[in-house]
Structure formats: C-alpha cells, structure tokens
C-alpha cells in the first residue's frame, strides 16, 4: 500500500527526519492561506502515487498567497499524466505547500528488501535526484549498498561509511546519518516494503533535510497498523484493482494486455505471463488467486476480467495441489450460470480433482479451448485473442 509523499514525512519526521515546513490542502482558499502562513515563497506539490510529477507539471514554484491560490485552482480536480500513470492518469485531490528550500546539493536514500540476499539493503548515492533510475542503470557504481542485519538492525557505522561515500561534508555528516537511522526505525516499525527519500538535500545554509519522500506498506502487515491502512487512498488506485480487492482477490495487478489470466500460485502466474509473452501474446492482469477452495473467488474472477473491456480471452491455469481442480471447475461453472460470457475460454487443468473437475465441466456442456500443458494453452490463448 503507497501513501502520498505529506503522509509519509509526516511519519518520517515523527523519527527524526528533518523535512520542509508544510501544510497539505483540498481547495485553493487552504493553498493561499498555507502560502501566507508559511511565508509566501512555497512549493506546490499534486499528491498523487505516482512519479515523474515535476516533469508533467504537477509541482510549481510560487512567489506570493495569491500565485498559490492560481496553481492550486489550476491542478485541483484535474488528473495528472506521468511517465509512471497510463494515459488517462490519477486524480489530484490535494496538493503540499511546502516552503522552498535553497539546495546546494542532492542525494538519495532508499531501503527494499534484497531478495537475493533474503536481507533488507540500504542504498544511498550522491547522485540523487529525479534520474536516479538511469543512474542506477547507466553507472551502477554510484550506488552505495549496506545490508542490514534483521537482528542487529542498521547500525551507526554503516550510516557514517555511507555518508563518506556520498562525499557529505564533515558538518553535515550527523544529519546524514540521523537521516538514514529515522528512515530505517520507520521502515522496520511501520513493516514497510519501500522506504524512500529522492531528493535527501544539503541545502544552502548547512541543514540535511527530505525534499520528497516514499513508503510502501507491505499489504500483509497492515493488520498491525491500523493508523497506516487509514492513509489509504483508493481513489489513486486501479479501479479494476480496487473492486478486486474489495471481492477478496488481494493478489491482482492490472496490466495492458488482452489476455485474462487466472492463475492459482505466483511462481505458476509469473511462469504463466512468461508463457503468453513467448508465443506473441500480451497479458491483461496478474492474478494469483491462491489456495482457494470456494467457488466464489472464481466466480468473482470472472466479474473482474468481463468486466475489463480489453480482455479478449481468459486462460485458467491451474495446477491443483490444495487448492482443488473440481472446486475450480464448479466455479467456472457457476460463473457461466450467473453472467453472459462472450470471451473465449481456455482452460489448462491438471492435478488435485483433476477427473471429477473435467467431467463437471463435460456435464455443463460449457463451451471450453482445452489446453495439454501450459505452453499449449498459452498458445492457444493468444490465438484466441486474435480471434482465430
């Protein structure tokens, strides 16, 4: 779960993070008065899970109350189109006025979890800024790496031999590495997947400080933390996801392809998109829809898919082990009782329940692209979405 960049420094600061003075607002009355508070020399930040905002026009630089009640007036209600957004882009329901800062220099801090590793890694680079992906890319070596012990924790020293890496000055390295402490407590209290702060700035007048700042929450750990599931915006998201959610299919990601895919295991559903891709084919979501022995996930499944007008096929791939070929099939089943299904459907059973489900499906007479394997029924699934 993402928050908006004034949520996750407030959550920062509450751990010792220096951030800019600021004020999040709804209408552009609040911006003005939050620009004559602040002093009239502010920010205006859209809040929108998305990156890429400054280049869309989404951040703007004001002299006075009145220019920040104009920008606020301008962005307010509109949606914001990023390199990160698909075209239609997310709705701005809110801005940050912020107070402008005199940067001397800017850097990058960032926490994930190395998977390779199985341990959580600290990135930090002097290269910091809105290019941090290409730097990443384009000269890998400006990225300083310290893994962090799960028992331990991030420790003092490798916060200071990263702030020497990063070439901060001697009066600044203890805001550096304070930085980097607050940003490491947030992230294993809050059980967050991503902590992140692009651009952590020198400014001119010697302070350390978070110019943006990013947390993901791992959806999984949210029933701990209840005060960060109320930060969720749903508005920013996918509305397709949002009803998947809602209808208890949590590991659903909405792609930009024709091809539904419905999938039980995440190993199985990234194998399976790989599949589609191979033979020429583009896939419409990820679904994982789990260890499921009841036939309503299916049949919500198929609510999810029908529903997205770009999803020309949908290609069942299940591989029955707990979860049950026969429950899967009596939910394909229910789902052609309950709705008009126009798309074709290609279905590559095997495993647990696997004869009880295949004469299930013989008795309903449901018209169904049976597949062999999951190569055949990836193939047959991109033919079938061309219409042959």
Request: proline share 4%; with cysteine.
């Amino acid at each position: 779960m993402k928050v908006h960049e004034y949520q996750a420094k407030e959550i920062l600061k509450s751990y010792g993070v220096p951030v800019p003075k600021g004020k999040y607002v709804t209408t552009p009355q609040e911006a003005k008065a939050a620009a004559q508070e602040i002093g009239g020399n502010v920010v205006i930040k859209a809040q929108v899970h998305a990156g890429g905002r400054g280049k869309a026009g989404g951040i703007k630089v004001v002299s006075s109350p009145e220019e920040a009640e104009r920008a606020a007036t301008e962005l307010l209600g509109t949606r914001l189109v990023t390199h990160q957004t698909g075209s239609d882009g997310v709705p701005i329901s809110g801005l940050l006025v912020e107070e402008t800062v005199e940067v001397a220099r800017e850097l990058y801090l960032g926490i994930v979890v190395d998977s390779s590793r199985g341990l959580s890694v600290m990135m930090a680079s002097e290269a910091g800024g809105m290019e941090i992906e290409e730097v990443a890319a384009t000269n890998p070596e400006m990225i300083l790496r310290a893994y962090i012990d799960p028992i331990m924790g991030f420790q003092p020293s490798q916060a200071r031999r990263l702030s020497y890496g990063m070439n901060v000055p001697q009066p600044m390295s203890r805001g550096a590495t304070d930085a980097m402490i607050g940003l490491w407590r947030a992230y294993k209290d809050k059980d967050c997947s991503l902590a992140e702060i692009n651009p952590l700035v020198e400014t001119k007048d010697g302070r350390i400080m978070a110019l943006d700042a990013k947390l993901t929450f791992d959806d999984n750990a949210l029933f701990r933390h209840q005060d960060a599931a109320a930060l969720k915006d749903a508005a920013q998201d996918d509305p397709i996801e949002v009803e998947a959610e809602e209808n208890g299919i949590n590991n659903f990601v909405k792609l930009h392809g024709n091809i539904g895919l419905v999938v039980n295991g995440a190993g199985l559903a990234m194998a399976t998109m790989d599949a589609v891709k191979l033979f020429g084919g583009e896939p419409a979501n990820f679904l994982d829809i789990g260890t499921v022995n009841n036939t309503d996930r299916v049949v919500n499944a198929f609510k999810i898919l029908t529903a997205d007008q770009s999803v020309k096929t949908i290609f069942f791939n299940i591989f029955g082990g707990l979860a049950r070929v026969d429950i899967i099939a009596q939910g394909i089943i229910e789902a052609h009782e309950k709705m008009d299904i126009k798309v074709p459907i290609v279905t590559r059973l095997t495993g647990n329940g696997v004869v009880e489900g295949k004469r299930l499906l013989a008795e309903a007479g449901i018209k169904l692209i049976e597949a062999s394997d999951m190569s055949d029924g990836a193939k047959k699934a991109v033919e079938a979405a061309k219409g042959r």
